[in-house]
């Protein structure tokens, strides 16, 4: 099976940084790389799809890039309601795989 | 609209089996894979596996392989996740979810979770 690995496994930010967080899998997944955010109590919400797509009605301060084995998702200017977990998936083999998650939370 | 609504919560003795539905609604069921994801409590998601309705052809993440069943009935658009010998360690939020067209097949509706509750 594909491993996928995030960091960092948290972080703390305010309002208005700039956030990064990175996904690394296992072998070469090329640009089949899904991002979601979840928060507490909530099913998941798609963010990203095949790396750096924007979902349908996601904000733009969010994106993604990569390809290959390592994969970043950017939130251009950290919003209150950005504070939640955030994990990356990969679906190129079919055993999608999810990275642990990364933890935003407030500075 | 799109809506995927699961069943309610369980609660199951060690060894036994439990099955979760996810009813379906505001699309065509037969044209989009569906996902199964669990979540134990305090922990991150794990891919079960997904069905596609429209064959029934399954593929189940390898941990749950002989131990997983998903199904599917098209006449009421409603998925089913049935996990057998049940332990304690599979206590968790069940989510059905369905696979979007694309690349990739990003999993862009979810139902609400289940929780399963697995307790002497």
């Known amino acids: 099976d594909i491993q996928m690995t995030q960091s960092p496994s948290s972080l703390s930010a305010s309002v208005g940084d700039r956030v990064t967080i990175t996904c690394r899998a296992s072998?070469?997944?090329?640009?089949?790389l899904n991002w979601y955010q979840q928060k507490p109590g909530k099913a998941p919400k798609l963010l990203i799809f095949a790396a750096s797509s924007l979902q349908s009605g996601v904000p733009s301060r969010f994106s993604g890039s990569g390809s290959g084995t390592d994969f970043t998702l950017t939130i251009s200017s950290l919003q209150p309601e950005d504070f939640a977990t955030y994990y990356c998936q990969q679906s190129y083999s079919t055993s999608f795989t999810f990275g642990p998650g990364t933890k935003v939370d407030i500075k | 609209q799109v809506q995927l609504v699961q069943s309610g919560a369980e609660v199951k003795k060690p060894g036994a089996s439990v099955k979760v539905s996810c009813k379906a609604s505001g699309y065509s069921f037969t044209g989009y894979y569906m996902h199964w994801v669990r979540q134990a409590p305090g922990q991150g998601l794990e891919w079960m596996g997904r069905?596609?309705?429209?064959?029934?052809?399954?593929n189940y993440a390898q941990k749950f392989q002989g131990w997983v069943t998903m199904t599917r009935d098209t006449s009421i658009s409603t998925a089913y996740m049935e996990l057998s010998r049940l332990r304690s360690d599979d206590t968790a939020v069940y989510y059905c979810?369905?696979?979007?067209?694309?690349?990739?097949?990003?999993?862009?509706?979810w139902g609400q979770g289940t929780l399963v509750t697995v307790s002497s």
């Open positions: 072998q070469s997944i090329s640009s089949y």
């Open positions: 069905i596609n309705p429209n064959s029934g052809g399954t």
């Open positions: 979810a369905r696979a979007q067209q694309q690349l990739g097949e990003p999993l862009d509706y």
